[in-house]
């Protein structure tokens, strides 16, 4: 009987796919340099996704001086968008488990590219307009996020698509930090905030041509099957199903919930905080208003990329003492920022490059989690629910997440100014629902390191496999192995 080499523990992030493809040689589906170019015109496209979502947090200050709207209404724009992200976040997920993924991408990205555009042009009586043009931009990124780590994960087998899965949601960071910039200096380069929403459609149409020469659609479990894919199918219900009984799952996409909730928040609002904060020192001059957007960019920028290899370093670091080494390191990082969090809001009033460096480690935690989390998906689900997993874990993250969060603090913000509280103070105190967020996500992901070996052995029974025998016996697996036909 073979069994799996001991040298390729559970928990392993580097080799966390490596474990479900126990040969070293294996015949790829893509050829490997046609493989490598579509990676990098995959990451590009991520890398102008989270640009184009945060441009408008970087120019938000304008938007809302343009618009004359309140707290409250300017965070209405993100949820929004948030919004129309999620609803259609199922429906590619299910479509790219059974049709042509390239296609779903290019129509998506197409809509994604006429909506962006257009929502440049709406002048001071559409501000309607604009919150409904922000919702069909969801559309493109919604076929895009849920199809596209489901492509890498068939184009690379083992240690290396680890690396490229990390390496590809690293650019969700420096996407949303170099949004910031982006947005901040075209609008600062023209004197009008509109310029910021044309930047990225008109990078995005080079992205679509690429996208339309050079990207395959590989077929569906490539990796774990030598190259030939997995063609079994099951019904929509079924898969479904099997997910909820998955409680790695299950967990770490209430942890990513968490996450999304104080990610989207805090990239919304903490520019503009840092800005009333100047305001409150008054420590006005003539760079205050756009600085902070350049700066907090560069931070996420920053943080983006030292975070992604951190955790992959501590992943690979741990890999062979601690099984469930992948959820713990995303609950540290969780709890980790949550003290930074509290430093950050409180101290802005009395020292602003102090808030900086805070805001820089309580990033820098965050990110950890990224690549991580995109990798346990992937070990725990088997190749043909992937993308309906994916799927799925947007929608729940992004509905109980980042759709509602920057709506939810800007209430709470404008409840409190009513008060007849300065607008700094009313943002502080609303911000405060970040941390206690961050508390309940790094909970989360306690509770998925409790079932995340069961699962990811599970996994590799469904794929034929059979992985190294316990020496005690094992609790039961959260997902079923008996009914390998709905497979």
């Known amino acids: 009987m073979k069994y799996l080499s001991c040298s390729l523990p559970y928990g392993s992030f580097a080799n966390s796919l490596a474990s479900l493809t126990p040969d070293a040689e294996e015949k790829p589906a893509i050829s490997p340099k046609r493989a490598y170019v579509t990676m990098v015109v995959l990451c590009y496209i991520n890398l102008l996704n989270y640009m184009e979502r945060y441009t408008i947090a ?5 938007i809302q001086t343009f618009f004359h709207i309140n707290d409250s209404t300017a965070g209405l724009l993100q949820t929004v968008f948030i919004c129309s992200f999620l609803l259609l976040a199922p429906l590619f997920g299910y479509l790219g488990d059974r049709y042509n993924r390239k296609y779903i991408m290019i129509g998506g990205l197409s809509v994604w590219l006429l909506t962006a555009t257009a929502s440049s042009f709406v002048n001071k009586s559409q501000f309607w307009l604009l919150a409904l043009l922000r919702g069909l931009v969801g559309t493109g990124e919604a076929s895009y996020s849920t199809v596209a780590p489901t492509i890498i994960s068939d184009l690379f087998t083992g240690g290396k698509r680890s690396i490229m899965i ?21 609008a600062s380069l023209t004197g009008d905030w509109h310029w910021a929403l044309r930047i990225t459609p008109i990078m995005g149409a080079v992205g679509l041509i690429l996208m339309i020469i050079l990207c395959p659609n590989p077929p569906r479990g490539a990796a774990e099957t030598h190259g030939e894919g997995v063609t079994e199918q099951s019904s929509y219900l079924e898969d479904v199903k099997y997910l909820l009984k998955n409680k790695s799952y299950v967990w770490s996409s209430l942890g990513v919930t968490a996450l999304a909730f104080l990610t ?3 990239a919304f609002w903490l520019p503009i905080f840092l800005s009333r904060a100047r305001d409150n020192q008054k420590l006005s001059d003539k760079l205050s208003d756009s600085s902070d957007s350049y700066i907090f960019g560069a931070v996420t920028v920053a943080t983006g990329i030292l975070g992604g290899a951190l955790g992959t370093t501590l992943s690979r670091l741990f890999r062979d003492k601690v099984p469930n080494a992948d959820p713990l390191i995303c609950a540290v990082g969780m709890l980790g920022s949550v003290p ?4 950050t809001i409180f101290l802005a009033s009395a020292s602003i490059p102090g808030t900086y460096v805070f805001i820089f480690l309580g990033e820098l935690l965050l990110s950890l989690n990224w690549a991580v989390l995109a ?3 992937l070990y725990v689900v088997i190749p043909t629910r992937r993308a309906t997993a994916e799927a799925l874990q947007i929608t729940v993250g992004h509905l109980l997440g980042d759709a509602g969060s920057p ?3 800007g209430v709470v913000s404008d409840a409190i100014y009513s008060g007849n509280t300065e607008k700094f103070d009313s943002l502080k105190y609303s911000l ?9 996500g790094g909970v989360f992901f306690f509770i998925t390191a409790i079932y995340i070996a069961e699962d990811r052995k599970a996994v590799q029974q469904l794929l034929g496999e059979e992985p190294q025998p316990p020496q005690h016996p094992a609790p039961e697996p959260s997902v079923e192995l008996s009914n390998r036909g709905n497979v």
């Open 407 to 409: 709506y939810l603090i």
């Open 166 to 186: 990390c390496i590809f949601y690293i650019f969700i960071p420096v996407g949303s930090g170099l949004g910031y910039i982006t947005g901040q200096g075209f």
């Open 340 to 343: 930074c969090l509290f430093i």
């Open 432 to 440: 405060l629902l970040c941390p206690v967020v961050g508390i309940v």
């Open 375 to 377: 990798d346990i998906l």
């Open 58 to 62: 970087g120019v938000l200050k304008d």
């Open 264 to 266: 989207g928040a805090l």
